[in-house]
């Protein structure tokens, strides 16, 4: 108990150069206490799950079919390699980003059965995704959410080496740093930041929730609408149900772990029948400057334009650098660089991702799935040419060409609730995700892992007391 009210307690702050650059300010050093004590057995091969079949291994497993709508699957197993310890209703885990994977890959490695649920279509990632262009015989893999990640902590950084070690992630070795915005670039730090991680150069970013969901059991392209408790009585477990009220994967579950974020969020938690310290940390708003202090959490939303640039063409002397104090531009990254294909070499451009600033995505914010082709122009061409007369090239932007335009509405977090995640004993309901530790690819996964320990010790009868949210600060 005591060990899990220190992991609650402590502040983390920073952990990723990415979430500092998004926001502007410098980089800070992540203090990390608790937790690293409690997480036996997340770094595989624990005493309660054993190492065979784990997460990623040779014995890799497809995805689960989809269960769109249909309820899913009721057939209740043990997963292949785990040996499960808590033989009770499995773990619900709504939301198959990075939180919600790791949290579900750790629980399984603690022996406690879970499922994930996520509305990506094609796969889980939220937030941690990559597309593939094809250009004359070529394929592009380009990251257009996270560019890259830190793995400061141990847990992370335990994660990490496994993920090395099977060709899931690398370290980047490119040109990365900040831009002035009259173009001068500053290399970064590595020695001072510690190194920046990618994905693999077969599928990018996409291949760490691909490697967590492995072995895992995940619903793809199901939206969890409702939790309703079990015979009304809350802590006696819970049912999912989908919009159209058709029950979910197995029927029961013992928990339900919120990996998700924003205003739908928010919606499900509101289906409950009575409060939980779940529902407070859940709402939110959507701004571009955060509040010094909130009672929730507040989002940014971002434009990422993925552009088609002729090589040779620019005059970049950088693969990836994140934009000082533009009034478009946070950041602009050469995925062509980044992940060299053997075909790449022989395509006539490069695929660069950039990523506008949060008050450029604020000013031009549109729903996310419709997106107005008059805003798509706009918003694409000045985009484009910010980037061209950035680089001091401007008559070059008309030879490039957008291949793709996504709003992220729920971007990024621009401040968090200062715990590692929010657990609610009596209603056995919990919080993991990038808002609660630190708006990044590793504050996520921290926030997962940190989770499932909680999980899995109250599940076996710990008796942890609920961990409500702190106030929100900016990050
Ligand atoms: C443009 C952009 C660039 C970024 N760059 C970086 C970077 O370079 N480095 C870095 O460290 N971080 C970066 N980040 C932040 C990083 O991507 C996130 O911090 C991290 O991926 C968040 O993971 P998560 O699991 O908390 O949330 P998410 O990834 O948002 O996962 C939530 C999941 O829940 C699903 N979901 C939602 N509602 C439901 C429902 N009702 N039922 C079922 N499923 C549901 C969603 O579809 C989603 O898959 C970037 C983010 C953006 C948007």
Redesign the pocket.
Same mark, same amino acid.
């Given at each position: 108990m005591a060990r899990l009210a220190a992991a609650a307690a402590v502040l983390v702050v920073g /952990?990723?150069?990415?979430?500092c650059r998004?926001q502007g300010r410098p980089q800070l050093t992540v203090r990390r206490a608790g937790f690293g004590k409690s997480s036996r057995g997340l770094s595989g091969g624990g005493d309660s799950t054993g190492g065979s079949g784990g997460v990623g291994s040779a014995n890799v497993r497809q995805l689960r079919e989809k269960a769109i709508d249909s309820g899913g699957s009721s057939e209740s197993r043990t997963l292949p390699g785990s040996k499960p310890t808590y033989d009770g209703p499995p773990v619900a885990v709504?939301? /198959?980003?990075?939180?919600?994977?790791a949290c579900g890959l750790a629980l399984r490695r603690l022996g406690v059965r879970a499922a994930i649920?996520?509305?990506?279509k094609r796969a889980? /990632?939220?937030?941690?995704s990559s597309k593939t262009f094809k250009r004359q015989g070529c394929t592009h893999i380009v990251d257009?959410?996270?560019?890259?990640?830190?793995a400061q902590g141990p847990e992370i950084r335990a994660l990490v080496e496994e993920m090395e070690q099977e060709g899931v992630v690398q370290q980047w070795r490119g040109r990365v740093g900040s831009l002035s915005n009259t173009g001068q670039f500053t290399p970064r730090d590595e020695t001072r930041e510690g190194p920046l991680w990618i994905g693999s150069s077969s599928t990018g970013m996409a291949a760490v929730p691909t490697w967590l969901a492995a072995e895992q059991e995940v619903f793809q392209d199901?939206?969890?609408?409702k939790l309703e408790p079990v015979r009304g009585a809350p802590g006696a477990g819970w049912v999912l149900k989908t919009p159209k009220g058709k029950q979910l994967g197995e029927g029961r579950y013992s928990y339900v772990v919120m990996?998700?974020?924003?205003k739908?969020?928010d919606r499900?938690i509101n289906t409950l029948p009575e409060k939980t310290v779940a529902h407070a940390p859940l709402r939110c708003k959507f701004t571009a400057k955060a509040s010094p202090t909130s009672d929730r959490l507040e989002l940014s939303s971002?434009w990422?334009c993925i552009l088609a640039v002729p090589r040779g063409s620019s005059p970049a002397s950088f693969d990836g650098a994140f934009v000082e104090s533009h009034a478009v531009l946070s950041?602009a990254g050469n995925n062509s660089a980044k992940y060299p294909r053997p075909q790449t070499g022989q395509s006539d451009v490069d695929v660069w991702t950039l990523?506008s600033t949060a008050p450029y995505g604020s000013k031009n914010k549109c729903s996310q799935e419709f997106i107005p082709p008059e805003v798509r122009t706009k918003v694409s061409e000045e985009m484009r040419n910010a980037f061209c007369t950035l680089l001091g090239a401007p008559g070059v932007a008309d030879s490039c060409e957008v291949l793709h335009m996504q709003l992220?509405g729920?971007?990024?977090?621009l401040n968090v609730c200062q715990q590692h995640f929010v657990h609610d004993a009596e209603a056995r309901v919990g919080i993991?995700?990038?808002?609660l530790t630190a708006?990044?690819?590793? /504050?996520?996964m921290f926030?997962?892992l940190a989770l499932a320990d909680a999980v899995a010790r109250e599940l076996r009868g710990e008796s942890l007391p609920s961990t409500p949210a702190q106030p929100f600060k900016r990050g």
């Open positions: /952990g990723s150069l990415a979430e998004f709504v939301g /198959g980003g990075l939180a919600g994977l649920f996520d509305t990506g889980p /990632g939220g937030r941690a257009h959410a996270a560019q890259a990640f830190t199901v939206w969890v609408a990996a998700h974020n924003g739908c969020a499900l971002l990422v950041w990523i992220w729920a971007a990024v977090p993991c995700g990038d808002w708006p990044s690819v590793e /504050g996520a926030s997962g």
